[in-house]
């Protein structure tokens, strides 16, 4: 008997990696570990890996993220997200245009503490997330719902 | 009017280029984040410094990067180089910009993002390293076209395969040639049937994985 499975599309696992594991970066991977989602961190320094939860069931590798090296040990190619969260903008930018120019990652997300860099990710369709503008937004928001 | 170029970051190579540059007639700005290296650069006439990081998209701005005829990145962070040309490229629209980078992977990836030349110091000098301490016979080995090929300078002894043979006798690899012989003072460039004697110091184009091969032919 043909089953069903046949004709019915496969679903596309989905995988992170998250590039640097400080603060922000290991937040962003206990908060995906909590919703079962499949991840992997990258720092240059085991140290760091310390910054996660416990309850972390991911994987961890020690490598430098603008190594393609490292990215392809840590399955880069069937990743679906990558996101780019070291202390550096311009490790996070290098990174996050190997994932999106070698390895065709479909989400890249890259945060820029200096806003005149996004230009550099624009063109390359990365989400640059700047905390200086987000939080002015989020402050405006706040002050405009207060007023209001 | 002189071209301009403009050299982000580096101390020791910055200083070897700017001084050729100024010598050849370029109007050269640098950048460089240590003050006290900046004390130094300043020791060179005509050069226009900047302390300050390279890697600041203001900095690049104020230094004249829209300008700039070449941006030639040079510090230690090959991140930092990739950006530096990138953002010249996109934001400031600059002619030209260079980049040197250690890690020899991402050499043709950044190629079409914004930065034309790329330069990979470790191939380079590794290069370089492996011919002299394999072979004797080189006295001297520029790479170029990036490291893809060599031109060697080969003193010929008195007892080399190719003394008093001609040029044409000899089975070179087919994209290597001899394109100048020097014999005491003289310049010659050689034609096949031109006789290589012992003391010619012959300038060989090779390929960069064949010299051996050429040097077998001619010793």
């Known amino acids: 008997?043909?089953?069903?499975?046949?004709?019915?599309?496969?679903?596309?696992?989905?995988?992170?990696i998250v590039i640097g594991c400080g603060k922000l970066g290991a937040l962003i991977c206990d908060r995906l570990?909590?919703?079962?989602?499949?991840?992997?961190?990258?720092?240059?320094?085991?140290n760091e890996f310390a910054n996660i939860a416990a309850g972390y069931y991911g994987s961890a590798i020690e490598a430098d993220a603008t190594d393609i090296a490292a990215l392809e040990k840590a399955k880069a190619f069937t990743a679906t997200t990558v996101?780019?969260?070291?202390?550096?903008?311009?490790?996070?930018?290098?990174?996050?245009?190997?994932?999106?120019?070698?390895?065709?990652?479909?989400?890249?997300?890259?945060?820029?503490?200096?806003?005149?860099?996004?230009?550099?990710?624009?063109?390359?369709?990365?989400?640059?997330?700047?905390?200086?503008?987000?939080?002015?937004?989020?402050?405006?928001?706040?002050?405009?719902?207060?007023q209001g | 009017m002189k071209k301009r170029i403009l050299l982000a970051g580096g101390y020791n190579i910055a200083k070897a280029i700017s001084i050729c540059l100024i010598n050849n007639g370029y109007e050269v700005t640098a950048i460089n984040p240590n003050y006290n290296e900046c004390k130094s650069l300043a020791e060179i006439d005509s050069l226009n410094i900047i302390n300050d990081s390279p890697v600041k998209p203001y900095v690049l701005?104020?230094?004249?990067?829209?300008?700039?005829?070449?941006v030639i990145a040079l510090t230690e962070n090959d991140s930092d180089n990739i950006v530096i040309c990138e953002l010249c490229k996109k934001q400031f629209n600059a002619e030209k910009t260079v980049c040197l980078i250690k890690s020899d992977?991402?050499?043709?990836?950044?190629?079409?993002?914004?930065?034309?030349?790329?330069?990979?110091?470790?191939?380079?000098?590794?290069?370089?390293?492996?011919?002299?301490?394999l072979t004797k016979e080189f006295s001297k080995l520029m790479p170029v076209g990036n490291g893809k090929?060599?031109?060697?300078e080969i003193a010929v002894t008195d007892n080399a395969v190719c003394a008093g043979k001609k040029l044409g006798e000899i089975e070179l690899p087919s994209e290597a040639y001899v394109g100048c012989l020097l014999r005491k003072e003289n310049n010659i460039i050689p034609a096949f049937d031109t006789v290589i004697l012992p003391g010619d110091i012959l300038i060989l184009l090779c390929p960069a994985a064949k010299e051996q091969v050429a040097l077998k032919k001619l010793f």
């Not at chain 1, 599309?9 to 992170?16: A, D, G, L, Q, V």
């Not at chain 1, 570990?33 to 085991?46: A, F, H, L, P, Q």
């Open chain 1, 83 to 146: 996101v780019c969260v070291t202390g550096n903008d311009n490790v996070n930018i290098v990174a996050a245009q190997l994932a999106k120019e070698v390895f065709h990652v479909q989400n890249v997300i890259c945060r820029l503490y200096d806003r005149q860099l996004e230009c550099v990710c624009h063109d390359l369709n990365i989400k640059t997330l700047c905390p200086d503008s987000i939080l002015a937004d989020e402050v405006k928001s706040i002050m405009e719902a207060q």
């Open chain 2, 105 to 133: 992977e991402n050499k043709d990836i950044f190629g079409h993002m914004g930065v034309d030349s790329v330069i990979s110091s470790t191939n380079i000098v590794a290069a370089v390293i492996e011919q002299l301490t």
């Open chain 1, 1 to 16: 008997m043909i089953t069903m499975g046949l004709f019915s599309s496969k679903k596309i696992e989905s995988y992170t």
């Open chain 2, 149 to 152: 090929f060599n031109v060697a």
């Open chain 1, 33 to 46: 570990s909590e919703k079962g989602e499949s991840v992997t961190i990258i720092d240059k320094c085991e």
């Open chain 2, 61 to 70: 701005s104020e230094a004249g990067a829209a300008n700039a005829d070449a």
